[in-house]
């Protein structure tokens, strides 16, 4: 009798990531691990051991650098920290509002338990942006940074300006700054349970500009200065059944 109610307790419990405050020009993107239940369980990990990954293998902790587009020489491509269940942002990023400016974060959501995971819903957040502080200073390619901006830029602004996305397994599942899916994952989003060796899905996060957006402002809600872009709470929530 009390293996089955703690095989029932098992069946509901849910991975949940909560990623928060990534930022361009970039302040931490972070993720906290939550198993909630009716009671207080003690879950096996070799059960139950989904997380974050740098490689297609074990769950590997390390550094993940971006790959920084449409930008100019000795720009930084700003690198993230990985362990198991918390993604920070180490170095800082820099964008553009020029045509093809944004940065890409390649990494690995891995399943090395002994249940099937299941993607059952990814959330973006939303982006917000505030302007840099402090005086202009040059750059060791010669480049002036920060030129700090008045005023506020409201998330609206924010949002025409910038982009979000998440993409897990191969692409196929995107989401975009503040939307929502719990439905319509394809087969590879699930997590198999492994047969000897770790299964893996694919994840990139990408900030970037929306080109000639810019163009499209007025006067009064144009940035006038050097600005820092920040991405909200994000979720990526992982089950043992499907939705």
Not at 127 to 141: F, H, K, Q
Not at 171 to 196: C, E, H, I, R, V
């Amino acid at each position: 009798m009390e293996r089955q109610k703690s095989g029932k307790v098992i069946a509901i419990v849910a991975l949940l990531f909560a990623v928060a405050g990534l930022s361009l020009g970039f302040a931490a993107y972070s993720t906290t691990l939550n198993i909630t239940s009716d009671a207080d369980v003690k879950l096996d990990a070799d059960s139950w051991k989904v997380g974050f990954s740098t490689v297609n293998s074990a769950i590997t902790p390390g550094t993940v650098t971006g790959t920084l587009t449409g930008s100019e020489t000795g720009d930084a491509a700003g690198t993230l920290n990985l362990t198991q269940f918390v993604i920070s942002q180490t170095n800082n990023a820099t964008l553009h509002t020029t045509d093809g400016s944004k940065v890409e974060y390649n990494f690995y959501i891995v399943n090395d338990g002994e249940l099937d995971a299941y993607l059952n819903s990814v959330t973006v957040g939303h982006l917000s942006c505030e302007y840099l502080t402090g005086t202009n200073s040059t750059r060791d390619d010669g480049h002036t940074t920060i030129t700090p901006g008045t005023g506020t830029i409201s998330q609206t602004t924010c949002e025409t300006l910038f982009t979000a996305t998440l993409d897990i397994g191969n692409g196929t599942t995107t989401k975009t700054t503040g939307q929502t899916q719990t439905t319509g994952f394809a087969n590879d989003n699930k997590l198999a349970k492994p047969a000897g060796t770790p299964t893996y899905v694919p994840a990139k996060l990408t900030i970037a500009y929306n080109n000639g957006s810019i163009s499209t402002l007025t006067s009064e809600n144009t940035p006038s200065g050097d600005f820092k872009v920040s991405l909200g709470d994000s979720t990526v929530v992982y089950g043992t059944s499907a939705n």
